[in-house]
């Protein structure tokens, strides 16, 4: 038999996968995680509300198509961030949306600008449309938004890749200090705000944005604040020309009906956000107390999540990971010197950060040895 | 400002979307259907147990991303079919996987061999990544398969679609009468045999396809007979090389949590499958009555739904279908000729057959004003 015949640039894409999934690890070592804090998902579940929205559309809505205008949940998107209903795309996690975006501005050869040791699914879904990458180092532990401009316009890139707060690393720039860098986007070209942990992040965070400035979508999800990682969904926020231009190839019916509902009952309980909040930032002071009494830092954070400084190289914090790891921690680290010299813990719960606080001197110590 | 800055092939395709959504007819009058019996979703709902594994994981585990590997459901699956986990896809519904299989084929000009009439989101797909359609009619009311391979053949094309049972006819092919068809797939091409409606098909119209040949791929459903079209799971059954070539561009984590353990407590109540399939043939009963009631034609059918030929030509038929509407039904019908000629009525409950037989001959009085 001949091979099939995939367009070449499939043929020369790898399968893979760009997080080994905590499932897989869990099937590898033969038995489950006791405290799964890697993927920064939510330990506080979803809203109440949202649970009982979902529970109720599982039962009596399951066997219906959702919505594929997502209609109540843009009207109700649009009032909650002060927008219009046009100004929201609405898809299956920002990854898919990712995919989606990349698809639209990205050919075979196209540059595309992001930071070396950024979001590795943004990476996966440029390198699946055969963009160039033109990758600019963090600046610090902050992603380089003036030096990502910059190679923007010197490269003349249809797409830029932005974090705020950061993944992997919890930092955060300024929102005035971004607005100046939103205003040099090329006319254009498009500027991927993504903030996902927009919640966890100071008011100062943000920058202004006109909703209806065709270079720039900021992207927000359910998986992070609200708890719902395993609904797939989440929104972009753009002006009507952008927004709009997802309908050319979105798979209209994508977003599921029960993640509709959730996500619709979820939009409408502010206090459980901020409970959210609350708890995660109990988490990370956790971490944090944590990591100074095994003589270690843990990074300012404006996530759900903590880099921890191991204060060494890249080959010691993944040992201590692998310690980590060894003893049942699900967590994660950065890839790419020098962010790599850290690990990085989502906010647990209480018992979760009680296995850290036990774990963690005999993970170092193995790792010192 | 200047335009973004899409791909050319981005720039050309319209925003649209392959179907208006009943939600959005329901929108436009004001008012809910009365029936939702358009979209071939099963009114009969998912399994009991189905539902209950979904309301515990949407209380217990919304939180946490779904396993990227589809590791437990594909072994069930492969288990179910008499195959391997490795000849397993797993994707957000068919219309997501159809999308996928045309990224993976199709360039700007390939070739995509499919039946004028068939299936809207296929075509949305292939339009989509630029292919270049080369539309096979129909055959009475029947998917051409003969003549769908001779234009393969022809115009060497790498991707092919069939659908078997057949959607909008309700029609389909002997198992044994499309084995010489699939034999005849070039080296290198891949037939998509669309098996959406296999549950509700005769045993015989299944052709026997060896699992590892690399030149078919047969899509199944969670959305039809399983009554879960919300949640966006279904699966495709091909050779491993095929299988795994999802793995360079799919969405990891794109099918739902909820879904994954939806699908897996639906898979083991083959019970309720077969009290779904005993009910879509009562129903199917009653629509064939209601039709030779009111003097028009239900074509025989191996699906969910039923043709129901309205006796002259297509404007007369979407004039039916407009009478339905108007009167709260949600039914849909063919677009092309002679196809056209007929309304597509999904399966309903008791209730929804008791209105179709009040306001048929409503609307057909008024069609034939």
Same mark, same amino acid.
């Given at each position: 038999?001949?091979?099939?015949?995939?367009?070449?640039?499939?043929?020369?894409?790898?399968?893979?996968?760009?997080?080994?999934?905590?499932?897989?690890?869990?099937?590898?070592?033969?038995?489950?995680?006791?405290?799964?804090?890697?993927?920064?998902?939510?330990?506080?579940?979803?809203?109440?509300?949202?649970?009982?929205?979902?529970? %109720?559309?599982?039962?009596?809505?399951?066997?219906?198509?959702?919505?594929?205008?997502?209609?109540?949940?843009?009207?109700?998107?649009?009032?909650?961030?002060?927008?219009?209903? %046009?100004?929201?795309?609405?898809?299956?996690?920002?990854?898919?949306?990712?995919?989606?975006?990349v698809?639209?501005?990205?050919?075979p050869?196209?540059?595309?600008?992001?930071?070396?040791?950024?979001?590795?699914?943004?990476?996966?879904?440029?390198?699946?449309?055969?963009?160039?990458?033109?990758?600019?180092?963090?600046?610090?532990?902050? %992603?380089?938004?003036?030096?990502?401009?910059d190679?923007?316009?010197?490269?003349?890139?249809?797409?830029?890749?932005?974090?705020?707060?950061?993944?992997?690393?919890?930092?955060?720039?300024?929102?005035?200090?971004?607005?100046?860098?939103?205003?040099?986007?090329?006319?254009?070209?498009?500027?991927?705000?993504?903030?996902?942990?927009?919640?966890?992040?100071?008011?100062?965070?943000?920058?202004?944005?006109?909703?209806?400035?065709?270079?720039?979508?900021?992207?927000?999800?359910?998986?992070?604040?609200?708890?719902?990682?395993?609904?797939?969904?989440?929104?972009?926020?753009?002006?009507?020309?952008?927004?709009?231009?997802?309908?050319?190839?979105?798979?209209?019916?994508?977003?599921?009906?029960?993640?509709?509902?959730?996500?619709?009952?979820?939009?409408?309980?502010?206090?459980?956000?901020?409970?959210?909040?609350?708890?995660?930032?109990?988490?990370?002071?956790?971490?944090?107390?944590?990591?100074?009494?095994?003589?270690?830092?843990?990074?300012?954070?404006?996530?759900?999540?903590?880099?921890?400084?191991?204060?060494?190289?890249?080959?010691?914090?993944k040992?201590?990971?692998?310690?980590?790891v060894?003893?049942?921690?699900f967590?994660?680290?950065?890839?790419?010197?020098?962010?790599?010299?850290?690990?990085?813990i989502?906010?647990?719960?209480?018992?979760?950060?009680?296995?850290?606080?036990?774990?963690?001197?005999?993970?170092?110590?193995?790792?010192?040895?």
């Amino acid at each position: 038999m001949t091979s099939p015949r995939f367009t070449p640039l499939m043929a020369a894409l790898p399968s893979t996968v760009p997080f080994v999934a905590a499932e897989a690890m869990e099937r590898m070592a033969g038995r489950p995680f006791r405290a799964r804090i890697g993927a920064n998902e939510s330990v506080f579940g979803p809203s109440p509300k949202a649970i009982a929205a979902m529970r %109720e559309a599982a039962a009596n809505e399951a066997w219906l198509y959702g919505d594929p205008e997502n209609h109540d949940l843009k009207i109700a998107l649009a009032a909650a961030a002060g927008v219009r209903p %046009e100004n929201i795309v609405v898809g299956e996690g920002i990854d898919g949306l990712l995919g989606l975006t990349v698809r639209l501005f990205v050919d075979p050869g196209t540059p595309v600008v992001t930071s070396l040791g950024g979001y590795p699914t943004f990476d996966y879904h440029v390198a699946g449309h055969g963009g160039r990458f033109v990758r600019v180092p963090y600046l610090g532990d902050r %992603e380089d938004h003036v030096g990502l401009l910059d190679a923007a316009i010197r490269e003349n890139a249809p797409l830029i890749y932005l974090s705020n707060p950061n993944n992997p690393m919890a930092s955060w720039s300024l929102g005035a200090d971004i607005e100046p860098t939103l205003a040099r986007v090329p006319e254009g070209s498009l500027l991927i705000l993504d903030q996902a942990y927009g919640e966890f992040a100071p008011a100062d965070a943000f920058p202004r944005v006109d909703v209806d400035d065709p270079r720039v979508i900021r992207f927000r999800t359910f998986s992070k604040a609200h708890g719902m990682a395993g609904m797939r969904i989440a929104y972009g926020i753009a002006a009507p020309e952008i927004a709009r231009a997802y309908d050319k190839i979105r798979n209209h019916f994508g977003v599921n009906r029960v993640a509709q509902a959730g996500a619709l009952a979820s939009i409408a309980d502010t206090d459980w956000i901020a409970h959210v909040v609350a708890s995660v930032n109990h988490a990370k002071a956790r971490i944090a107390a944590i990591a100074a009494a095994n003589g270690l830092v843990a990074l300012p954070s404006a996530t759900n999540f903590v880099a921890v400084d191991c204060g060494r190289d890249g080959a010691f914090a993944k040992a201590v990971l692998d310690g980590l790891v060894a003893r049942g921690l699900f967590v994660r680290k950065p890839g790419v010197a020098p962010m790599d010299r850290c690990i990085r813990i989502s906010a647990g719960t209480d018992a979760d950060m009680d296995l850290l606080a036990e774990m963690l001197p005999q993970a170092l110590a193995d790792a010192r040895r």
